[in-house]
């Protein structure tokens, strides 16, 4: 299978990893995403500001590989406060379809010790089938 790494333009380079992997057969394996920009800074340390930069940072994965956020077909999520998670589900609903409308691919979720960037307060990774190509 021939593999083509996908990385957004303008996006600093990522370190040891790749942002996204299209095999031809139109599968793309998005690495995780943080709630970090483009140049790898955190604008929030908030929950909810993260969550929306990381969903908004797979989005331009998908983007610059081709395809549209219904693409996505499945996010594993990697959190470190099931508290805080479980209490703003009203707030993290609005932000998800501000993001990704009302596309619910096949999720899980994960409650995780640490992320190696401290100030990460979640990952998201992410496959998405754009056809073959």
């Known amino acids: 299978m021939t593999q083509t ?3 957004p333009e303008g996006w600093a380079p990522a370190k ?6 299209l095999g031809d057969d139109g599968t793309l ?7 970090w920009t483009a140049d790898q800074k955190f604008e929030t340390h908030d929950f909810i500001g993260q ?5 908004r940072n797979i989005v331009d994965v998908v983007e610059a590989a081709g395809g549209k956020s219904s693409d996505i077909t499945r996010l594993t999520w990697f959190i470190l406060d099931k508290t805080e998670y479980m209490a703003r589900q009203s707030e993290i609903g609005g932000v998800y ?4 409308g009302r596309h619910f691919p ?3 979720m994960l409650v995780v010790a640490g992320l190696i960037e401290d100030e990460a307060l979640l990952e998201i990774e992410a496959t998405a089938y754009l056809g073959p190509r």
């Open 97 to 100: 379809r501000k993001v990704l």
């Open 106 to 108: 096949a999720m899980s």
């Open 51 to 55: 969550m929306e930069q990381a969903l």
């Open 16 to 21: 040891g990893y790749a942002n996204g992997i």
């Open 29 to 35: 394996y998005i690495g995780g995403q943080i709630g």
């Open 5 to 7: 790494n996908i990385q």
